[in-house]
């Protein structure tokens, strides 16, 4: 298409991330519901302010040194999405 890759901006989907981190809470069971809510509504904010990189540390303290491998696909998401920069 003869696209500069200097011409390109790639953005993470809000709805899409907010989604796989959903997906994470529910992974952790030793939460309660509204410990899970309270973790998606910082990381949300955190997706809104800052960007992934944020979030990709919150989901790495969450997923620990041995995750399975729902959490790993999960932590993917944001470790080969989250390069694009801020949600919108």
């Known amino acids: ?4 890759p200097d011409q390109i901006n ?4 809000f709805y899409h991330a907010v989604e796989h981190l959903g997906k994470i809470a529910a992974l952790q069971r030793r939460w309660t519901a509204a410990e899970r809510q309270a973790w ?6 955190r997706l809104l302010k800052a960007g992934a990189e944020e ?3 919150a989901i790495d303290a969450v997923c620990g040194s041995r995750p399975g491998k729902a959490l790993k696909r999960e932590r ?3 470790k080969w999405n989250g390069g694009r920069g ?3």
């Open 1 to 4: 298409m003869g696209v500069k």
């Open 76 to 78: 993917e998401y944001f």
């Open 40 to 45: 998606i509504g910082r990381q949300r904010r």
């Open 55 to 57: 979030v990709r540390v």
């Open 10 to 13: 790639e953005l993470v989907d």
């Open 86 to 88: 801020r949600t919108d």
